[in-house]
């Protein structure tokens, strides 16, 4: 469905609702009305690309049953090597087991790609049945349980670090237990309402950074100074400690006390450089010294007094006798 245009998704739910899953021709499609005729073959070729139509050779075509192809493969991909289907003496209780998990974390209704996932867990990678039930709890907590994608992608990851057992799955309840204490610390010493992507940030921090409550609560007292504090500035905090090869918080005080001295000094030498005097030759400017006396010093207020007047007329005095 993401991969189709609108024109073809048009199309095919007119197919579904009018035709029934009958077979239909180019004309019919086009005396729908609902996309321009012009894109109708468009639409019509889209729809056969990606296997939800067949084209025959007189012109006509047929949807396919998309549950039907579902099924197919899901018994091709469990047969032996003559082809017979491999039936399991357990479906019973992986019934049960997909049942309990849809009323628990889909309100009853679950779409057919978990029950998918969950046929793959238990037989292709052979997980223990309250390792299933534990998967989805899982995805519930991260808000990922209704993405099919994100769940696959925690089932494979399971699998490559061999949490198949409730014996492996220890050391991850330990890891989602300090998980679940920083992402309550944080949304209270942060004031806010934790996303999808603030918890896959925390995650990060646990299972990346191996980052505990105690240091996660040192990053975000250290990035107390910012007016607006967001779940980035601490990860970049974390980041920063973690390629420093800081991973405890004995380190990291260790580190941000030794960080806070440079800058200290730093600061310290920039002022010291911006109060540097300069003389006017320095500055290229030329300064007249005053002239000195028979002693060899400057007068009394710096410089040669000038000639004082007895009053202002007498400034004009001399002007007024050339004019007589």
């Not at 089932?155 to 237990?177: P, Q």
């Not at 030759?281 to 002693?295: H, L």
């Not at 207020?301 to 006798?321: K, R, T, V, W, Y």
């Amino acid at each position: 469905m993401h991969s189709l245009g609108k024109d073809a998704i048009v199309l095919y739910l007119w197919t579904c609702m009018t035709m029934k899953g009958g077979a239909f021709t180019t004309a019919d499609a086009v005396s729908y009305g609902g996309i321009p005729e012009e894109d109708v073959k468009t639409a019509l070729a889209e729809l056969v690309a990606a296997g939800v139509l067949i084209r025959k050779e007189d012109g006509v075509f047929e949807p396919v049953d998309l549950i039907r192809a579902e099924v197919d493969e899901y018994i091709g991909n469990r047969t032996d090597e003559n082809g017979v289907p491999e039936l399991r003496s357990d479906e019973k209780k992986r019934n049960l087991l997909a049942t309990s998990i849809q009323k628990t974390y889909y309100q009853g209704y679950m779409a057919y790609p978990f029950y998918r996932l969950i046929d793959t867990c238990l037989y292709d990678y052979h997980f223990e049945d309250d390792v299933v039930y534990a998967l989805f709890e899982e995805g519930k907590e991260l808000r990922c349980q209704y993405v099919v994608t994100k769940m696959c992608d925690l089932a494979k990851k399971w699998y490559e670090k061999g949490f198949t057992t409730t014996d492996a799955l220890k050391d991850y309840y330990e890891l989602r237990d300090r998980r679940k204490n920083i992402t309550a610390m944080v949304g209270k010493m942060l004031r806010k309402h934790l996303t999808e992507l603030d918890y896959e940030r925390i995650n990060r921090w646990v299972e990346v950074y191996g980052a505990d409550e105690e240091i996660v609560e040192y990053a975000i007292r250290e990035n107390e100074w910012r007016t607006t504090l967001r779940p980035v500035d601490v990860e970049n905090k974390l980041k920063e400690w973690f390629d420093a090869g800081v991973m405890t918080i004995d380190k990291a005080m260790v580190y941000e006390n030794e960080r806070h001295k440079e800058n200290k000094a730093a600061a310290t030498k920039r002022k010291g450089r911006t109060n540097v005097r300069r003389s006017g030759k320095e500055a290229g400017i030329t300064v007249e010294e005053p002239e000195k006396n028979e002693d060899g010093q400057a007068p009394e207020n710096g410089a040669e007094e000038a000639p004082m007047h007895d009053s202002i007329l007498d400034m004009f005095q001399g002007d007024d006798d050339e004019d007589n």
